[in-house]
């Protein structure tokens, strides 16, 4: 904690890309340790470098086309991230592809005619007979059915191609900030139900796009009683975007990446 805490007032107090640079890779260590001590060797699977977002990231990187059944597989994966400790999907993680397989099984594929056939109770009941679902798992499952595939097939349908239709936000603006501003405000007729900005961000990252998720574990680091990247105490969903980008910018890491260093330290409480 003395550690963390200096790494604080040193970020505060300076704005160079060493010590930006230091801030962050001290971080890492220290989670990297803090989890091998509490989990084993088993903690590398949740190591950056093991993740599903980056795989998608660099598969994204290479021109990859995303499948609307890959989108439904992001989607459902940022759902279930809300909530809890990451951890707990720990021993089910495949540590070559980031993939979660218990998840993967329930859903046969993510196969859009299959998931609007089914009864998202059943889709609920059987995510927490593996322990994987938070209190929100059947909202969220309703949500999956009755809205949120309904309004991924119509982007195909209209765009052909989901990301063809997030092309359209992304050419205005390359920040991804209105491309998640229009899957996330309840303004607008693009709204996925059961998502916030949050959960809009982690579904994109697990399609490859590479931006933070502002979650509350965010908001707060970086914040004045955190890494006083603000001086507010909670940061703006918004300027989390920004916050992030600049920093992976400055030490030439990538935006996805640095929030997942912070996002683990925070989520399993080493800082």
Same mark, same amino acid.
């Given at each position: 904690?003395g550690?963390?805490? #200096?790494?604080?007032?040193?970020v505060?107090?300076?704005d160079?890309?060493n010590?930006m640079?230091?801030? $962050?890779?001290?971080?890492d260590s220290?989670?990297?340790t803090?989890m091998? #001590?509490k989990?084993?060797?088993?903690?590398? $699977?949740?190591?950056?470098k093991n993740?599903y977002?980056k %795989?998608?990231?660099?598969n994204? #990187?290479?021109?990859? %086309?995303?499948t609307?059944?890959? %989108?439904?597989?992001?989607?459902?994966?940022?759902?279930l991230s809300?909530g809890?400790r990451?951890?707990k999907f720990?021993?089910?993680?495949?540590?070559d592809?980031? #993939?979660?397989?218990?998840?993967?099984?329930i859903?046969?594929?993510?196969?859009p005619?299959?998931?609007?056939s089914?009864?998202?109770?059943?889709?609920?009941?059987?995510i927490?007979g593996?322990?994987?679902g938070?209190?929100? !798992?059947g909202?969220q499952?309703?949500?999956?059915?009755?809205?949120?595939?309904?309004?991924l097939?119509?982007?195909?349908?209209? &765009?052909?191609?989901i990301d063809n239709?997030y092309?359209?936000?992304i050419e205005?603006?390359?920040?991804?900030k209105?491309l !998640?501003?229009?899957?996330?405000?309840?303004k607008?007729?693009?709204?996925?139900?059961?998502?916030?900005?949050?959960?809009?961000?982690e579904?994109?990252?697990?399609?490859?796009?590479?931006?933070?998720?502002?979650?509350? &574990?965010?908001?707060?680091?970086?914040?004045?009683n955190?890494?006083?990247?603000?001086?507010?105490?909670?940061?703006p969903d918004?300027?989390?975007f920004d $916050?992030?980008?600049e920093?992976?910018?400055l030490?030439?890491?990538?935006?996805?990446?640095?929030?997942?260093?912070?996002?683990?330290?925070c989520s399993?409480?080493?800082?």
């Amino acid at each position: 904690m003395g550690v963390c805490k #200096e790494i604080k007032v040193r970020v505060m107090n300076f704005d160079s890309k060493n010590v930006m640079s230091f801030a $962050i890779n001290a971080i890492d260590s220290l989670t990297r340790t803090a989890m091998k #001590e509490k989990y084993g060797d088993d903690c590398k $699977i949740m190591f950056w470098k093991n993740t599903y977002i980056k %795989h998608q990231i660099v598969n994204r #990187e290479k021109g990859k %086309h995303f499948t609307t059944e890959q %989108h439904i597989k992001a989607m459902v994966y940022s759902m279930l991230s809300n909530g809890g400790r990451w951890s707990k999907f720990m021993k089910y993680f495949n540590i070559d592809t980031g #993939e979660i397989t218990a998840v993967d099984e329930i859903f046969r594929g993510y196969n859009p005619d299959y998931i609007l056939s089914c009864n998202p109770d059943d889709l609920a009941n059987n995510i927490m007979g593996f322990a994987l679902g938070n209190k929100s !798992v059947g909202a969220q499952m309703r949500a999956l059915v009755f809205d949120n595939v309904p309004k991924l097939l119509k982007f195909e349908k209209e &765009y052909g191609s989901i990301d063809n239709y997030y092309k359209t936000f992304i050419e205005k603006d390359s920040s991804l900030k209105s491309l !998640v501003k229009n899957l996330a405000d309840d303004k607008s007729g693009d709204k996925m139900t059961q998502m916030a900005a949050s959960l809009v961000a982690e579904y994109l990252r697990n399609v490859g796009y590479d931006i933070a998720n502002p979650n509350t &574990y965010m908001k707060n680091v970086l914040g004045c009683n955190g890494l006083g990247f603000s001086e507010k105490k909670e940061v703006p969903d918004y300027e989390v975007f920004d $916050i992030i980008s600049e920093t992976a910018e400055l030490i030439r890491k990538r935006p996805a990446e640095v929030d997942y260093i912070l996002w683990l330290a925070c989520s399993e409480n080493f800082i």
